[in-house]
């Protein structure tokens, strides 16, 4: 199979010739035709999430069909379509696992970061964490909801259902998801880009959004929420300022640049600071549901494997419009 490697922290992934590996007991080989890249691939590729195997195959919005089923695996089929997220498998004995919050398990491993991804034409993986996908949406569509969506929406639901007024730090893939699903649930969407990042603000509105201003601005009212995709830790007193008494601001990424100080004036009046860490099965199956009847149209800008390193090196640069998606069954 092809597949793009990382052999190094810091240094372009090589798309290299690999024996195609087959399943183990409760896995599933699948053959890929689709891996959505995230902003949490960036971090892995340039060393800031800094214990990934190695050599490793990144990419963790993996889409794809059963090809082989291995020993003790129900519930799937050859030829089922199914996702491969970010969460592969936890420990389901600690107290985390067996209290719904095995997102949070000290011994979970992650997809395309302790276990090889979806950039490659043939990937295995536990079939407990993996799941069926909704119809409707082509493979390079649906990548982004594997991720993006996922940790989109459990930030929505720290976010807490009374936050009617939202604001989103960082409008890209995910929060071009999200402020879809806030329209469906009848909530404002105040959009925050880089300044002058003209292309954000217009899919902002176009989605539906309220306002769509630069992430210095402070909005034109204040917000019940704001969620942080943009991984700039300045961000946080800013967001801060602009939500209401009694808001949260909630920071969905896994890495994120240190914090500024700020004052205690900005936080007091009982707002609230929270991060997101991962996500869980239930959440998949919940939004995974959700998508059709809202329903979630992706925006995608396709890539070959080869392509790969450009898709990474745009999304550094924030020059991707939606979301990035590797074709792997040469669409």
């Known amino acids: 199979m092809r597949a793009a490697v990382m052999e190094r922290a810091g240094q372009p992934l090589l798309v290299r010739e690999l024996e195609a590996p087959g399943p183990g007991p409760g896995q599933i080989g699948v053959r890929v035709s689709a891996c959505g890249v995230c902003r949490t691939d960036l971090h892995i590729v340039d060393g800031e999430l800094s214990e990934p195997k190695l050599p490793l195959v990144p990419g963790h919005q993996v889409v794809g069909v059963v090809a082989e089923i291995g020993e003790g695996v129900?519930?799937?089929?050859?030829?089922?379509?199914?996702?491969?997220?970010?969460?592969?498998?936890?420990?389901?004995?600690?107290?985390?696992?067996?209290?719904?919050?095995?997102?949070?398990?000290?011994?979970?491993?992650?997809?395309?970061?302790?276990?090889?991804?979806?950039?490659?034409?043939?990937?295995?993986?536990?079939?407990?964490?993996?799941?069926?996908?909704?119809?409707?949406?082509?493979?390079?569509?649906?990548?982004?909801?594997?991720?993006?969506?996922?940790?989109?929406?459990?930030?929505?639901g720290m976010a807490g259902d009374s936050a009617r007024r939202i604001g989103f730090?960082?409008?890209?893939?995910?929060?071009?998801?999200?402020?879809?699903?806030?329209?469906?649930?009848?909530?404002?969407?105040?959009?925050?880009?880089?300044?002058?990042?003209?292309?954000?603000?217009?899919?902002?509105?176009?989605?539906?959004?309220?306002?769509?201003?630069?992430?210095?601005?402070?909005?034109?009212?204040?917000?019940?929420?704001?969620?942080?995709?943009?991984?700039?830790?300045?961000?946080?007193?800013?967001?801060?300022?602009?939500?209401?008494?009694?808001?949260?601001?909630?920071?969905?990424?896994?890495?994120?640049?240190?914090?500024?100080?700020?004052p205690y004036s900005i936080l007091w009046e009982e707002r609230a600071l929270k991060s997101v860490a991962n996500l869980t099965r239930a959440d998949a199956r919940e939004f995974l549901a959700l998508a059709p009847l809202v329903p979630i149209r992706t925006e995608v800008e396709v890539f070959s494997l080869e392509a790969l390193n450009d898709a990474l090196a745009r999304l550094r640069a924030g020059r991707i419009n939606g979301s990035a998606v590797v074709d792997l069954a040469g669409r």
Not at 87 to 107: D, I, P
Not at 180 to 199: H, I, K, L, N, W
Not at 240 to 252: H, K, N, P
């Open 74 to 156: 129900s519930g799937f089929s050859v030829g089922d379509r199914v996702g491969i997220p970010w969460l592969g498998a936890t420990c389901g004995t600690c107290a985390f696992c067996t209290s719904g919050r095995e997102n949070l398990c000290a011994q979970a491993r992650f997809t395309g970061y302790h276990i090889d991804g979806g950039f490659a034409e043939y990937a295995v993986a536990d079939a407990r964490f993996c799941f069926p996908l909704p119809a409707g949406y082509s493979d390079l569509n649906v990548a982004p909801l594997l991720c993006a969506g996922l940790i989109g929406y459990r930030a929505l």
């Open 169 to 262: 730090y960082g409008f890209g893939s995910a929060a071009h998801i999200l402020a879809q699903v806030c329209r469906f649930q009848g909530r404002e969407v105040y959009a925050f880009t880089r300044p002058g990042d003209v292309s954000a603000k217009s899919l902002a509105l176009r989605l539906g959004a309220s306002w769509a201003g630069d992430s210095q601005q402070l909005p034109p009212v204040p917000l019940d929420a704001a969620i942080l995709f943009a991984p700039d830790g300045a961000l946080v007193p800013l967001a801060l300022r602009a939500v209401e008494r009694g808001g949260s601001v909630v920071c969905a990424g896994i890495h994120m640049s240190d914090i500024p100080s700020f």
